[in-house]
T-cell receptor
Framework: GDSVTQMEGPVTLSEEAFLTINCTYT??????LFWYVQYPGEGLQLLLK?????DKGSNKGFEATYRKETTSFHLEKGSVQVSDSAVYFC???????????FGPGTRLSVLP | KAGVTQTPRYLIKTRGQQVTLSCSPI?????VSWYQQTPGQGLQFLFE???????NKGNFPGRFSGRQFSNSRSEMNVSTLELGDSALYLC??????????????FGPGTRLLVL
């Protein structure tokens, strides 16, 4: 079935380092793609989304571009902060099942 | 607008008991989905309701059920609790277009511990 794959964590970076979290998906058709972030003890927060090929979602310094040719939606940030420490989930919307399919999550730790 | 609210935030139950969790979606959202989150299985889809009807269901046993009321508030019920039901249960309300889900917004979750 359709799935979302993320790079395994945990990812540990120093403050101000460059971040990339890889995400690839399998899908029938052209799903909408999302990144969600989960801080400790909280629910998921929508970080950004893209609804069609070549769209770039951006928010709070994070960016991701919908790449149809490589079926990828990698998350990037130029300079991470300690407050970015969280678990990041890539997700796609399953147009046929009408539900969201989430990746396993990638834990990011940013050290001062 | 107020966000998605879930009650209670924490619950402790014993095996064999049943539990009911509540979710109030963002005002105007008619679609509500439920997820189970565990360290081993990650986020797993339970079911989705739209206009009081269950539209989609994940691969969970019949002990897991839900409903949605006319004001879009939703409840999920788990009967005959098992130790493995210990998890964070997340509710998400969604914007829709022509009935199709667009973007999901999550509540803080209810953490259930089964002893």
């Amino acid at each position: 079935g359709d799935s979302v794959t993320q790079m395994e964590g945990p990812v540990t970076l120093s403050e101000e380092a460059f971040l990339t979290i890889n995400c690839t998906y399998t899908a029938t058709g052209y799903p909408s793609l999302f990144w969600y972030v989960q801080y400790p003890g909280e629910g998921l927060q929508l970080l950004l989304k893209a609804t069609k090929a070549d769209d770039k979602g951006s928010n709070k310094g994070f960016e991701a571009t919908y790449r149809k040719e490589t079926t990828s939606f990698h998350l990037e940030k130029g300079s991470v902060q300690v407050s970015d420490s969280a678990v990041y989930f890539c997700a796609r919307f399953d147009n046929y099942g009408q539900n969201f399919v989430f990746g396993p999550g990638t834990r990011l730790s940013v050290l001062p | 607008k107020a966000g998605v609210t879930q009650t209670p935030r924490y619950l402790i139950k014993t095996r064999g008991q049943q539990v009911t969790l509540s979710c109030s979606p963002i005002s105007g959202h008619r679609s509500v989905s439920w997820y189970q989150q565990t360290p081993g299985q990650g986020l797993q889809f339970l079911f989705e309701y739209f206009s009081e009807t269950q539209r989609n269901k994940g691969n969970f046993p019949g002990r897991f059920s839900g409903r949605q009321f006319s004001n879009s508030r939703s409840e999920m019920n788990v009967s005959t609790l098992e130790l493995g039901d210990s998890a964070l249960y997340l509710c998400a309300s969604s914007t829709t277009s022509g009935g199709a889900v667009e973007t999901q917004y999550f509540g803080p979750g209810t953490r259930l511990l089964v002893l």
